[in-house]
């Protein structure tokens, strides 16, 4: 299989090329401007008193730091650490059981100039009469500070952040070498930092979840905007009682939303259908027509919202916090008002991204899509495997500050608000949306022809009825012939191909992560491919 | 069915070389090159300013939410300082030059714009309206700044930043 995924890797790389480099335009914030960080990798150290080596990482809140060594193990509990604060001239203490790993900090504290490390990790001089040298893209090659001299190799995106990837530390009489496997940005101590004050709004009582969301007289539901407060609560009662180990994220490799997430075929079947289910909901068509740049870079914003899911599902707990405060910002510029009438909801009412009841149908799309392809494409899931999931599918809605009192209560309450939603007159196609969805599968290159063509064969198979009339897409005998045999040719690539090119490299990403690791080159490459960025979740 | 993954793959390929369009940078200027045009070929030396407790205090007041940084970067020579400071225009960090001479702000230039939208306030003509600008005795600007309609909150954040860097001068170089 290696020569065919080095093919593989070789043409993108080649086409690529063509492109554009990811990151290339990525204008980094300042290092500087980091409050909470960590850094994690190997540190290998020679000096006088002989070579040591080490797992570490290296965590700094405020001005407080805390260098963990595990000198055997890349994850794990900390057997030896080092803790101080930057720039203050007292040394580090130690504390661990541990005797090699303790002797291993003394060397370190010994050697190396701590409180300069949290700047140096950064490529940030610690002082104002440092030597700085910097190439043309103002990434910091050299730093000659206090009869040191730190060389950096490579770089890494993290977040906003361009952090080093590898050093060299040289000074009288000592060498150390840093190779940095992930850095985390923030929200290590809390989710919502400063907002966490923020006065709530409580959300209105509810006696019955389906009833409240598609209420039966036809009318539009009770909007919920979500502000501030309610959201860094939702995201503490993740933050505070679920997962104990941060690096696994919200999920983790047990879960079921990783496993039904992790093979590709079920949520690119499924994309069509998801989608037009979505833009059915008169709101989403209009926030689509009035703030989206899907017509023009339909690329770009599918690789927006997938960075972002995927953070979320896969990432580390912090990533998983940093991608849903920067999914809120952007929702919270979507907003407007009915530009027509459509279903229930009247010309010049408001509509806003960040409103619950908007939320929960777009993120109800996607998991009846996800389990519902899932069981075509691969094999079907017990009750209570399906229960499993929605209960996991709340975490990912409280990240969107949905509460968890507004969502249906279990598998079944869920289906049946889906069904409750697809005959009410929440879902509407206007012909403001049969003109979006003939933009969104229209092929705007030669190369797209096929590919729209299933997903249109798919789509059509998969709609309610009644909605795919709406949306005026034919399922006679062609199509029909046709979706078993997309839906064939799938089951059957996927059977053939390896775990490896048929799943998530988000997947591979984040498993490499539960063991410190950096991800292979060949998913590194389809990471880029496909998401335009060199890391998503390490 | 190996031979029909490789061709499917390098459609994809082909697909993604044909849709991926570089965005626009948001780097308008180099650090280096600010620096260059600020003291004009004259040597300067870089320092940092780790602000104490009440500096911080009154930096809070003044910007109306804390500062992010620990420290923050300065240059001078001639009797001008250059600073490079960073203000959130809406939710993105606005990187700014700003040079302060004896007669108040010499020159501001807009060296990095992350945000999507407001990008407007990179334009000269509005940044040359604070060529001149000091501070009065409330901590605001002496020369009235025009606002741009739809960049409303990174004209805020520039404004802010502007007064961050006279008070920071007045606090390194003394009354």
Same mark, same amino acid.
Request: charged share 25%; hydrophobic share 20%.
């Given at each position: 299989m290696k020569p065919l995924s080095f093919l593989a890797v070789l043409l993108f790389a080649l086409l690529q090329g063509c492109a554009s480099t990811p990151d290339a335009d990525f204008v980094p914030v300042s290092n500087e401007q980091l409050q909470q960080w960590s850094v994690e990798g190997r540190l290998t150290l020679h000096s006088d008193a002989g070579k040591a080596r080490s797992y570490f990482t290296y965590t700094q809140l405020g001005d407080d730091y805390t260098l963990a060594l595990r000198p055997d193990q890349r994850v794990g509990k900390a057997r030896a650490t080092l803790t101080g604060k930057v720039m203050a001239s007292q040394p580090a203490a130690i504390s661990g059981d541990d005797d090699e790993a303790r002797q291993i900090a003394r060397q370190i504290r010994d050697t190396l100039p701590m409180e300069n490390l949290g700047y140096w990790l950064r490529a940030l001089v610690a002082s104002g009469d440092a030597q700085q040298q910097v190439d043309d893209r103002e990434r910091t090659e050299q730093i000659r500070e206090q009869g040191w001299q730190i060389r950096y190799r490579d770089y890494m995106r993290v977040n906003d952040y361009r952090l080093p990837q590898r050093l060299q530390m040289r000074g009288p009489d000592v060498r150390a070498r840093v190779d940095l496997v992930r850095a985390e940005t923030g929200f290590l101590t809390s989710p919502c930092a400063q907002e966490s004050d923020a006065p709530a709004t409580a959300p209105p009582p509810r006696q019955e979840t389906v009833t409240d969301l598609v209420p039966a007289d036809g009318s539009a539901p009770l909007p919920q905007w979500i502000n501030r407060g309610d959201f860094c609560r939702q995201l503490k009662k993740i933050h505070g009682?679920?997962? !104990?180990?941060?690096?696994? @994220?919200?999920? @983790? !490799? @047990?879960s079921m939303m990783w496993q039904l997430t992790g093979p590709l075929a079920p949520a690119g079947l499924g994309a069509g259908r998801a989608l037009l289910l979505q833009i059915a909901h008169p709101w989403i068509t209009t926030a689509i027509d009035e703030h989206s740049i899907v017509r023009e870079d339909p690329l770009k914003r599918a690789r927006l919202t997938f960075r972002y899911i995927l953070t979320m599902v896969y990432g580390s707990t912090p990533q998983a916090m940093t991608a849903a405060n920067k999914v809120r910002s952007i929702h919270e510029q979507v907003k407007g008002t009915m530009p027509e009438k459509a279903g229930a909801f009247a010309k010049g009412s408001e509509y806003r991204a960040n409103e619950v009841n908007a939320m929960i149908w777009v993120q109800a799309t996607l998991w009846d899509t996800l389990v519902r392809m899932y069981e075509k494409e691969r094999h079907k899931l017990s009750d209570k495997e399906k229960e499993q999931f929605y209960q996991e599918t709340k975490l990912f809605a409280m990240l969107f500050g949905i509460p968890d009192k507004a969502l249906p209560a279990t598998w079944n309450d869920f289906i049946a608000y889906n069904r409750a939603m697809w005959d009410s007159r929440l879902l509407t196609v206007t012909d403001r949306t049969l003109q979006l969805k003939k933009d969104l599968f229209h092929p705007h290159s030669i190369w797209m022809i096929l590919p729209l063509w299933g997903q249109e064969i798919l789509t059509a198979a998969n709609l309610p009825p009644h909605l795919r009339d709406e949306f005026q897409m034919k399922y006679g005998w062609w199509q029909k012939f046709n979706n078993a045999m997309l839906m064939g040719s799938v089951k059957v690539t996927d059977f053939i191909l390896p775990d490896s090119m048929t799943w998530n490299p988000v997947y591979h990403e984040a498993e490499a992560r539960l063991k410190g690791k950096r991800v292979g080159w060949y998913q590194r490459s389809m990471i880029s491919l496909i998401l335009g960025r060199k890391r998503l979740v390490n | 069915m190996r031979v029909a993954l490789c061709v499917w793959l390098f459609l994809i390929s082909v697909l993604a070389a044909t849709l991926t369009r570089a965005a626009p940078?948001?780097?308008?200027?180099?650090q280096a090159d600010f620096l260059q045009q600020a003291f004009a070929g004259v040597s300067f030396q870089g320092r940092l300013l780790v602000p104490d407790a009440g500096l911080r205090q009154r930096i809070t007041a003044l910007l109306g939410h804390p500062l992010r940084a620990r420290r923050l970067h300065y240059w001078q020579a001639d009797g001008r300082t250059a600073w490079v400071i960073d203000e959130i225009g809406r939710d993105e960090p606005i990187t700014l030059g700003i040079v302060v001479g004896a007669q108040g702000i010499e020159q501001l230039k807009v060296l990095a714009y992350r945000e999507t939208r407001g990008g407007e306030v990179t334009r000269s003509a509005f940044l040359r309206q604070f060529n001149g600008a000091s501070l009065n005795h409330d901590q605001a600007l002496t020369t009235p700044i025009d606002g741009i309609t739809g960049a409303t909150l990174s004209v805020h954040a520039v404004t802010r930043a502007a007064r961050l860097a006279l008070l920071l001068t007045a606090t390194v170089t003394g009354p």
């Open positions: 009682h679920k997962l !104990p180990d941060p690096r696994e @994220g919200l999920f @983790g !490799p @047990g | 940078p948001g780097r308008y200027l180099s």
